[in-house]
């Protein structure tokens, strides 16, 4: 897993411009991202899709009308976090990439 997830209001650098009309996610990978989890820790997951240390949030969703969605491991496991960033499980894969 690269990078680890910031606390908010830390200051971020991108390069990729999100859609102007700040309604879509931008695609990060059409695919999940294993992510191994420790029991009753937070991630934070980048929902904009804008992130360098994806999945997890690194800031850059700043000013874009985005906020990352906080997930809380229950126990110490391997999750799939979404990559497309179209999943209605929240911060889980639920299948959506197959359909882009």
């Known amino acids: 897993m690269n990078g680890a997830a910031l606390r908010s209001g830390e200051p971020c650098n991108h390069l990729i ?3 102007p009309t700040m309604n879509q996610p931008t695609v990060a990978q059409k ?3 294993p992510v191994a989890v ?3 820790k937070t991630y ?3 929902a904009c899709g804008q992130s360098k240390s994806q999945p997890l949030c690194d800031g850059s969703h700043k000013g ?3 906020n990352p969605t906080p997930f809380k491991a229950e126990k110490t496991a ?3 976090f979404c ?3 179209h999943s ?3 911060a889980l894969c639920d299948g959506s990439h197959k359909r882009l």
């Open 78 to 80: 391997t999750v799939y």
């Open 44 to 46: 934070f997951w980048c």
């Open 64 to 66: 874009s009308g985005f």
């Open 83 to 85: 990559g497309c960033k």
């Open 88 to 90: 209605a499980n929240g």
């Open 31 to 33: 695919a999940p991202y």
């Open 38 to 40: 420790e029991a009753g």
């Open 17 to 19: 411009q999100l859609d």
